[in-house]
């Protein structure tokens, strides 16, 4: 890291200090859709990731993350959620596969008893254009909201291009009166309907011998390389409360995508012939029950629940001149319990058992007299049985502080798109996970978290991009480390919050560093109200160099180099109308955050942006 880069985290420090030592005398404001200053703390905070059922920050024996935001989710539109909830380690009990290095649960909104209405526009960068409207509201017994967002960029690099449609509509309704109170206490029905559409461009890697260049890091290797994706989804569930006798969820879903791609175009064929088909069709359901009860001096809460899914997958690949078909079910059973042992002693533990049976069938297309056809493989089947627990605990020592620990074990199955691009003995990946932590609160001032981490994963699944093709690791992999994160509120005009984690990332018993993972990356950020309706944000990213990502031995490319990226935005409300701008990329950093054998995959530079929300 250059002593330019240095320069700049002084200069940043030195404005944090200037800024908490800015006015305080503004009145809170929570119209505008800033939270409570209580909320800034999360100890008390109400999440549901960590057990699926309701519970408090301090409660889970994991460090966990409330975002009041939304990344870009690219089937999911931002106006649909309502909140981000991330925990920390391995989560297969509750989750089933693939809850390995931690769950990302996206909370959506349920519409508000109030009507009301938002309507978002911005233009930046790349000829960037975003626009989004949203709704909804209570009548009597049934809430619904609703969205439409559309998104068009030319993109930083050349065919770097994103167009997408989303739609999307939620509805829920009280069927509590209509029931016999001395049985029920509440009956609610929920339907969710989505729509996805999207068109993109991939412009593929860049050489290393271009990546410092402002103009060829621009450049595509592939121009006419692109795919689309339209996806529908419906999902429904009841859920009934029975009083004394606990909750029971029940839940039913299905998804349909279809997607059309070319990936290394020639001239020499027509675009019909060289464009590649993936289809499949999803069906899941799942139930959940939980209950509260007594066991001698203990206070327990107990769940249980069982999942399905099932997906039908068709896979026509014409580069490689292949078609793959699956079919894949997976069922899974489980069960946790949380334990108030002592007054500030609360102990968990669960267990799933998972079965999932795929059947495959991988096709070639031959030329007979001049037509081509598909002929059929043989069928093969791979068949899976894996378990997981967890076992945890949290002590508090004091009202302001806590420490956890746990213990778990995890297990990842590949997806139908793993499986149709993959080695011939693929296998699910097994893991042990170890973490403990302690979180402070002092006051309504700050707030911190430690956690000591370590992650043992054998069998890891990885992709090779540029043989396209997924494998396992031969050696276990293995993530210890230190995360912490401070969070400070010194003023009611002045948020202030940072983390930062040093890992140290290996090959089980050898001394050779996993590809893409760098030993040092952190973040950190403000928001400051410098008058009543003009706010200002700010963030940094900044994360260690890394090993190639085909570097399995450390010693066959060049690494990544260490980057530094900052952010600003200015938001401006007056009455219902929300104006903003802001910059990405502010000292115009050239970086990647990703590389396959020194085929470098760019982001974007300095770019600006600015709109206009109207809420209503």
């Keep these: 890291m250059g002593g330019h880069l240095n320069l700049k985290v002084i200069l940043y420090f030195l404005l944090a200090v200037l800024l908490a030592a800015g006015p305080s005398n503004a009145e809170d404001d929570n119209d505008d859709g800033r939270p409570p200053e209580e909320t800034r703390f999360e100890m008390q905070e109400v999440v549901v990731t960590a057990t699926r059922m309701k519970d408090e920050i301090r409660n889970v024996p994991r460090n966990v993350t409330v975002i009041m935001a939304a990344p870009d989710f690219s089937t999911l539109p931002i106006d649909e959620i309502e909140r981000i909830e991330i925990v920390r380690g391995a989560g297969s009990v509750v989750y089933g ?27 930046g960068s790349y000829d960037t254009f975003d626009g989004r409207a949203s709704g909804g509201g209570q009548y009597k017994n049934l809430r619904a909201s609703a969205n439409a967002d559309y998104y068009d960029t030319n993109g930083y690099r050349d065919n770097g291009l994103l167009r997408k449609k989303d739609a999307g509509i939620r509805l829920g309704y009280d069927a509590s009166q209509y029931v016999n109170s001395d049985t029920f206490d509440a009956v609610t029905f929920s339907f969710d309907a989505g729509y996805h559409h999207d068109k993109q461009g991939f412009p593929g890697g860049v050489p290393i011998d271009d990546i410092n260049s402002s103009r060829r890091r621009r450049k595509t290797t592939s ?63 799942d139930l959940g029950y939980a209950k509260e009860y007594s066991l001698g001096p203990t206070q327990n809460t107990f769940q249980f629940g069982t ?12 580069d490689q001149n292949e078609r793959k078909n699956s079919k894949t079910e997976s069922l899974g059973f489980f069960f946790t319990n949380q334990t108030q042992l002592l007054k500030d002693l609360s102990a968990n533990i669960g267990y799933r058992y998972n079965i999932f049976k795929g059947q495959f069938r991988n096709d070639e297309q031959k030329n007979f007299n001049g037509s081509s056809r598909w002929v059929n493989g043989k069928k093969f089947h791979r068949n899976f049985d894996d378990n997981a627990f967890d076992v945890g605990a949290v002590y508090d020592m004091r009202e302001d502080t806590s420490v956890f620990a746990s213990f778990a074990t995890s297990f990842r ?22 973490n403990a932590g302690l979180r402070y609160r002092f006051k ?63 090959f089980k018993n050898k001394d050779i560093r996993i590809p893409l993972v760098p030993h040092h990356s952190g973040s950190f950020g403000l928001e400051w109200r410098i008058v009543e309706p003009l706010l200002l944000g700010f963030t940094g990213t900044l994360v260690g160099e890394r090993h190639d990502g085909n570097d399995i031995d450390n010693n066959s490319f060049a690494k990544l180099d260490a980057y530094q990226v900052y952010d600003a935005k200015l938001s401006y409300t007056w009455k219902k109308f929300k104006l903003f701008t802001g910059v990405n990329n502010i000292f115009d950093e050239s970086y990647s955050t990703v590389a396959f054998s020194e085929s ?12 206009i929300q109207w809420s209503f």
């Design 307 to 318: 999942d399905y899914s099932y997906t039908d997958y068709v896979s026509k690949r014409m």
């Design 444 to 506: 309504r001032l700050a707030e911190v978290t430690l956690t000591f981490f370590q992650m043992e994963i054998k069998d890891e699944i990885q992709f090779d991009p540029v043989l396209r093709i997924n494998s396992n690791y031969k050696n276990t992999t293995r993530r210890r480390g230190l995360e912490t994160a401070l969070k400070l509120h010194p003023f009611k005009t002045l948020y202030l919050w940072g983390n930062y984690t040093y890992m140290d990332a290996r």
């Design 223 to 285: 121009p006419h390389d692109e795919g689309k994706t339209t996806e529908g989804r419906l999902r429904g569930g009841v859920e009934t409360d029975f009083g004394p006798w606990g909750v029971l969820k029940i839940n039913g879903g299905l998804r349909n995508r279809s997607n059309d791609f070319i990936l290394g175009y020639t001239p020499l064929k027509s675009r019909s012939d060289q464009t590649s088909h993936i289809n499949d069709h999803t069906l899941v359901s």
């Design 413 to 434: 199955i590949p997806n139908v798109d793993e499986f149709a691009l993959a080695e011939d003995n693929l296998k699910p990946q097994k893991g042990k996970h170890f």
């Design 97 to 123: 596969s693939g809850a390995v290095g931690g769950v990302i649960n996206i909370i959506t909104k349920k519409g508000r008893k109030k009507p009301s209405a938002h309507l978002y526009t911005s233009y």
């Design 600 to 611: 470098y995959f760019p982001m974007p530079t300095r770019n600006y942006y600015g709109g």
